[in-house]
């Protein structure tokens, strides 16, 4: 019941910044938490930086203090990424989970706990 529309990435070099965005159209039941994951081909996905419906937020440690996740009022989330490395390297997806199944894992980073995702935007960093 949630469609997710991604936008932003690109390539930009050692120490630069970019700002991808995630639409999401559709309704929530009851709490939502919507999130950031990143893929390096033949690698697991791994959970960058969630967000609750009300305001938690958690982050992985390989980008806290770098990396901030933010909503806005249309429920359109945001990943801004500064002092960018190259290891940053990956493809992004937005994914979200509420509590339509009775199930709440608040600011998850666990991809399986997600039900709905974006279609993925690269972000290449090089030195």
């Known amino acids: 019941h949630v469609q997710l529309v991604q936008s932003g990435g690109g390539s930009v070099q050692t120490g630069g910044s970019l700002r991808l965005s995630c639409l999401a159209n559709?309704?929530?039941?009851?709490?939502?938490?919507m999130a950031w994951f990143r893929q390096i081909p033949g690698k697991a996905r791994e959970g960058v930086a969630a967000?609750?419906?009300?305001?938690?937020t958690k982050y992985a440690d390989s980008v806290k203090g770098r990396f901030t996740i933010s909503k806005d009022t249309t429920t359109t989330l945001y990943l801004q990424m500064n002092s960018l490395k190259t290891e940053d390297t990956a493809m992004y997806y937005c994914?979200?989970?509420?509590?339509?199944?009775?199930?709440?894992?608040?600011?998850?980073?666990?991809?399986?706990?997600?039900?709905?995702w974006g279609q993925g935007t690269q972000v290449t960093v090089s030195s």
């Open positions: 994914a979200t989970h509420d509590t339509a199944d009775g199930r709440w894992y608040g600011a998850s980073l666990v991809s399986g706990e997600y039900d709905f």
């Open positions: 559709g309704y929530f039941s009851g709490s939502y938490a």
């Open positions: 967000l609750t419906d009300d305001g938690i």
